[in-house]
C-alpha cells in the first residue's frame, strides 16, 4: 500500500488544488488515469453485455431442458409420440428464445447444415405422423450433424466437472476427444 502524504494528490477529489503548479499537474494526471480507467471498466461493460442473462434466455433455457426432458420421458415409455412432439418443440422454441430467432434460423439455413436441418425436420416430421422410432433416429442423426461443432466444447467442459471428469481425462478417453478439438463452433 502507498502511502498518502499531506502535498500529495488524493486521486478521489472533488476538483484540483491551486496551491502550487506541481500539484496541479499531478491532479491533472491522477484525473487522466482515473478517467482512463473509467473508460476502460465501460468498454469492457460493453463487451460483456451480450453474455447478459434476460429473462427471455432464462425462460428459453428452462424451455430446452424441458424440451430434452420430454423427448427422455418419450423414449423411455416406448416412444411415445405425443411426449416426443411436445419435446421437439419445447426445444426448438426454446433455442429460439435463447439464441434468438434470427440467430436460429441463420443457424438452420447455413449451407453446411443442410443435412443435419432436413433430417431433423424429417425425423420431426415422422414423429408427428406416427412413426417415433424412425423419427427419433433421424432427428438424432440430424441432431448429431447439426451440432457436432459444439463437441469439442463439451468435452472441455466435461473433463472440469468435479466427480465424472476424471473419466474424460483418461487416455484413451482424450486422444478419442483431441481429434475433434480445434474446430470451430458454428454459432
Same mark, same amino acid.
Given at each position: 500500500?502507498? !502511502?498518502?502524504?499531506?502535498?500529495?494528490?488524493?486521486?478521489?477529489?472533488?476538483?484540483?488544488?491551486?496551491?502550487?503548479?506541481?500539484?496541479?499537474?499531478?491532479?491533472?494526471?491522477?484525473? #487522466?488515469?482515473? !478517467?482512463?480507467?473509467?473508460?476502460?471498466?465501460?468498454?469492457?461493460?460493453?463487451?460483456?453485455?451480450?453474455?447478459?442473462?434476460?429473462? #427471455?434466455?432464462? %425462460?428459453?433455457?428452462?424451455?430446452?431442458?424441458?424440451? %430434452?426432458?420430454?423427448?427422455?420421458?418419450?423414449?423411455?415409455?416406448?416412444?411415445? *409420440?405425443? #411426449?416426443?412432439?411436445?419435446?421437439?418443440?419445447?426445444? #426448438?422454441?426454446?433455442?429460439?428464445?435463447?439464441?434468438?430467432? *434470427?440467430?436460429?434460423?441463420?443457424?438452420?439455413?447455413?449451407?453446411?447444415?443442410? *443435412?443435419?436441418?432436413?433430417?431433423?425436420?424429417?425425423?420431426?416430421?415422422?414423429?408427428?405422423?406416427?412413426?417415433?422410432?424412425?423419427?427419433?433416429?433421424?432427428? !438424432?442423426?440430424?441432431?448429431?450433424?447439426?451440432?457436432?461443432?459444439?463437441?469439442?466444447?463439451? !468435452?472441455?467442459?466435461?473433463?472440469? %466437472?468435479? %466427480?465424472?471428469?476424471?473419466?474424460?481425462?483418461?487416455?484413451?478417453?482424450?486422444?478419442?476427444?483431441?481429434?475433434?478439438?480445434?474446430?470451430?463452433?458454428?454459432?
Amino acid at each position: 500500500m502507498a !502511502a498518502v502524504f499531506a502535498g500529495d494528490a488524493a486521486p478521489f477529489q472533488d476538483g484540483p488544488r491551486r496551491a502550487n503548479s506541481d500539484n496541479v499537474t499531478t491532479t491533472q494526471g491522477t484525473n #487522466l488515469a482515473n !478517467a482512463c480507467v473509467l473508460v476502460s471498466a465501460v468498454s469492457l461493460q460493453d463487451k460483456m453485455v451480450s453474455f447478459e442473462m434476460n429473462d #427471455l434466455k432464462k %425462460i428459453g433455457l428452462g424451455l430446452t431442458g424441458f424440451g %430434452i426432458f420430454f423427448s427422455f420421458l418419450g423414449i423411455v415409455f416406448f416412444f411415445d *409420440k405425443g #411426449l416426443i412432439a411436445m419435446g421437439n418443440i419445447l426445444f #426448438l422454441s426454446g433455442l429460439g428464445l435463447t439464441i434468438g430467432l *434470427k440467430s436460429t434460423m441463420q443457424f438452420f439455413t447455413k449451407p453446411k447444415n443442410y *443435412k443435419g436441418t432436413i433430417s431433423f425436420g424429417a425425423g420431426f416430421f415422422l414423429v408427428l405422423i406416427g412413426w417415433p422410432f424412425f423419427g427419433m433416429l433421424l432427428e !438424432a442423426y440430424g441432431f448429431i450433424v447439426l451440432f457436432s461443432g459444439f463437441w469439442p466444447t463439451l !468435452a472441455v467442459f466435461l473433463q472440469r %466437472i468435479p %466427480i465424472i471428469g476424471w473419466i474424460f481425462q483418461q487416455p484413451f478417453v482424450t486422444s478419442f476427444l483431441d481429434r475433434y478439438r480445434g474446430k470451430r463452433v458454428p454459432v
